[in-house]
């Protein structure tokens, strides 16, 4: 069974900078997949931000181009968004998600974490 489990949300202002992991488990036997990072403000609908998949390629929402990078650490068992010149539009809650057998760009993502929240202290 897939799970996905985020953290390294948390406070910050406008201009810093903070990275979000996402610990994945139980896709490893899928030769292609999607991660991607979703966010998703109080009262409006659910925004991809980045993705990548198997064969490393790259995705990203145009705002955040530029100031935003997501990888992969241990192989298949972490992702990462490092976040930079944050803005206070990107002060959402952030989901990581999973697509088994997929090539980007994915329209679809089957397993999703609880999210992690960055919120803007100002």
């Known amino acids: 069974q897939v799970q996905l489990v985020e953290s390294g949300g948390g406070s910050v202002q406008a201009g810093g900078s903070l990275r979000l992991f996402c610990a994945a488990s139980?896709?490893?036997?899928?030769?292609?997949?999607?991660m991607g990072w979703f966010r998703q403000a109080a009262g409006k609908g659910r925004e991809g931000v980045a993705a990548?998949?198997?064969?490393?390629?790259?995705s990203y929402l145009d705002s955040v181009k530029g100031r935003f990078t997501i990888s992969q650490d241990n192989g298949k068992n972490s992702l990462s968004l490092q976040m930079n010149s944050l803005k206070p539009e990107d002060t959402d809650m952030f989901y990581c998600?999973?697509?088994?057998?997929?090539?980007?760009?994915?329209?679809?993502?089957?397993?999703w974490g609880q999210g992690t929240q960055v919120t803007d202290p100002s």
């Open positions: 998600a999973l697509e088994p057998w997929c090539k980007l760009p994915s329209e679809t993502y089957s397993y």
């Open positions: 139980g896709y490893t036997s899928y030769s292609t997949y999607c």
């Open positions: 990548i998949d198997g064969a490393g390629r790259t």
